[in-house]
């Protein structure tokens, strides 16, 4: 389910954008105001799906897995195959309200599905496998990443951005078949409480509220979202500068994305021989902060190449562990609140990520190099800070 939501998302998205610009060149705009309504849209699209990913959190946990998964990939999916129909729209200000509209509907359902998949990886898995199910997850999501962009682009290079618009949409329709068939609901498995916790008696009043209330306080799930925090700082960093770095750059964004793929379920099998959730997690901001702060220190093509696997790779020691943290520290009747708290988060992450880049780069005049130096250091200090921490939370 994660593997085809993700994918007839990323794929559509790159048609969604490309089409906004052609209907606002049609109406009137400029090519400079049409590409910067794309930023604020997709800003806007990140931004809100983060955000709304918290109250969905709690409806998964309302109404089981299987049921939001479902619900969220036909909402995408019935969204991406009504832009198909806005090429008729006259007026810049109505192309821009309808987009948006039909972009907030995509946005819920990513949420939806996305917390849905998370909580429900922490659901099925045991014990001795929570780490591979997150590395799994991990995969599905990162493999999109990589060839979502590029597989749109020669979707809507063959056959047209409407056209695309059908393929994609069909493809989240068949996400949602894929969760239907495969996605058994455990939301009614016995309820036990995470080691350490105490949830209380769920009879009693305002018990779902409160519980989602717990997830969130408790200081491990807090760290662990701190986590995904500094970890989305860094990678929108590198994203967003990779991107427009040269022809290549996109490639090189692609390379960074396979690491994390070929790294995602070895690091979570480690975890779940190890236990060490908090030393991967250390390392994996060291790691990057050694990545952001050499990529572009006498860059070639080799040395830029290698230093975006490492970048790839550091991301998985973070990503997994944090998310494996709060699957432990939570409960089915919780999970997928706490989980999508960690997706508003990660979507948080991003959004300052790209804030701070673009600040240093354009007001306080910050080469590239000592921007990422800067984000570097950021993401150092934060592993280094995160050592004492899980000690004194006892956080393996």
Same mark, same amino acid.
Request: with cysteine.
């Given at each position: &389910?994660?593997?085809?939501?993700?994918?007839?998302?990323?794929?559509?998205?790159?048609?969604?954008?490309?089409? @906004?610009?052609?209907?606002?060149?049609?109406?009137?705009?400029?090519?400079?105001?049409?590409?910067?309504?794309?930023?604020?849209?997709?800003?806007?699209?990140?931004?809100?799906?983060?955000?709304?990913?918290?109250? +969905?959190?709690?409806?998964?946990? #309302?109404?089981?897995? =299987?049921?939001?998964?479902?619900?969220?990939?036909?909402?995408?999916?019935?969204?991406?195959?009504?832009?198909?129909?806005?090429?008729?729209?006259?007026?810049?200000?109505? *192309?821009?309200?309808?987009?948006?509209?039909?972009? @907030?509907?995509?946005?819920?359902?990513?949420?939806?599905?996305? $917390?849905?998949?998370?909580?429900?990886?922490?659901?099925?898995?045991?014990?001795?496998?929570?780490?591979?199910?997150?590395? @799994?997850?991990?995969?599905?999501?990162?493999?999109?990443?990589?060839?979502?962009?590029?597989?749109?682009?020669?979707?809507?290079?063959?056959?047209?951005?409407?056209?695309?618009?059908?393929?994609?949409? %069909?493809?989240?329709?068949?996400?949602?078949? %894929?969760?239907? $068939?495969?996605?058994?609901?455990?939301?009614?498995?016995? =309820?036990?409480?995470?080691?350490? =916790?105490?949830?209380?008696? +769920?009879?009693?009043?305002?018990?779902?509220?409160?519980?989602?209330?717990?997830?969130?306080?408790?200081? =491990?799930?807090?760290?662990?979202?701190?986590?995904?925090?500094?970890?989305?700082?860094?990678?929108?960093?590198?994203?967003?500068?990779?991107?427009?770095?040269?022809?290549?750059?996109?490639?090189?964004?692609?390379?960074?994305?396979?690491?994390?793929?070929?790294?995602?379920?070895?690091?979570?099998? /480690?975890?779940?021989?190890?236990?060490?959730?908090?030393?991967? &997690?250390?390392?994996?901001?060291?790691?990057?902060? /050694?990545?952001?702060?050499?990529?572009?220190?006498?860059?070639?093509?080799?040395? $830029?190449?290698?230093?975006?696997? *490492?970048?790839?790779?550091? $991301?998985?020691? *973070? #990503?997994?562990?944090?998310?494996?943290?709060?699957?432990?520290?939570?409960?089915?009747?919780? #999970?997928?609140?706490?989980?999508?708290?960690?997706?508003? *988060?990660?979507?948080?992450?991003?959004?300052?990520?790209?804030?701070?880049?673009?600040?240093?780069?354009?007001?306080?005049?910050?080469?590239?190099?000592?921007?990422?130096?800067?984000? %570097?250091?950021?993401?150092?200090?934060?592993?280094?800070?995160?050592?004492? /921490?899980?000690?004194? @939370?006892? /956080?393996?």
């Amino acid at each position: &389910m994660t593997l085809l939501s993700y994918a007839g998302e990323y794929m559509a998205f790159t048609s969604i954008l490309a089409w @906004l610009d052609l209907l606002l060149l049609a109406n009137g705009y400029s090519t400079t105001e049409a590409y910067g309504f794309g930023f604020l849209v997709s800003a806007s699209y990140l931004l809100i799906s983060g955000v709304l990913a918290i109250p +969905l959190g709690f409806l998964a946990d #309302r109404f089981g897995r =299987k049921r939001t998964a479902v619900g969220g990939c036909l909402l995408a999916g019935a969204s991406v195959f009504a832009m198909s129909l806005t090429g008729d729209i006259t007026g810049a200000t109505l *192309v821009i309200i309808v987009i948006s509209i039909l972009l @907030l509907l995509i946005g819920i359902g990513h949420a939806t599905y996305t $917390v849905s998949a998370l909580a429900y990886a922490g659901d099925v898995s045991l014990g001795t496998d929570v780490g591979e199910a997150y590395g @799994l997850v991990e995969t599905a999501e990162y493999t999109m990443f990589m060839f979502g962009t590029p597989l749109g682009s020669a979707l809507a290079g063959a056959f047209g951005n409407q056209l695309t618009f059908f393929i994609t949409g %069909a493809v989240l329709a068949a996400g949602a078949f %894929a969760g239907y $068939v495969g996605m058994p609901d455990v939301h009614s498995m016995k =309820k036990t409480p995470a080691p350490d =916790k105490s949830p209380g008696p +769920l009879s009693q009043p305002n018990g779902p509220f409160r519980l989602m209330y717990e997830a969130v306080s408790d200081r =491990k799930v807090q760290t662990s979202l701190l986590a995904i925090f500094f970890v989305s700082i860094g990678f929108t960093v590198f994203r967003v500068y990779l991107t427009q770095y040269g022809a290549a750059g996109p490639f090189i964004v692609a390379i960074m994305a396979a690491a994390s793929v070929f790294a995602a379920v070895p690091i979570g099998r /480690l975890l779940d021989t190890t236990k060490r959730r908090s030393t991967f &997690m250390a390392v994996g901001f060291l790691v990057e902060g /050694l990545a952001l702060a050499f990529i572009f220190y006498e860059p070639n093509d080799l040395t $830029v190449i290698v230093w975006a696997l *490492v970048f790839g790779v550091a $991301v998985m020691l *973070v #990503r997994v562990p944090q998310a494996v943290v709060i699957a432990e520290r939570t409960i089915v009747e919780n #999970r997928a609140s706490a989980m999508g708290a960690n997706h508003g *988060v990660e979507h948080i992450g991003y959004g300052v990520g790209a804030f701070l880049g673009g600040l240093l780069l354009v007001y306080f005049g910050f080469s590239t190099l000592d921007t990422f130096w800067l984000v %570097a250091l950021i993401s150092a200090a934060f592993g280094l800070a995160l050592i004492p /921490l899980a000690r004194s @939370l006892k /956080l393996a």
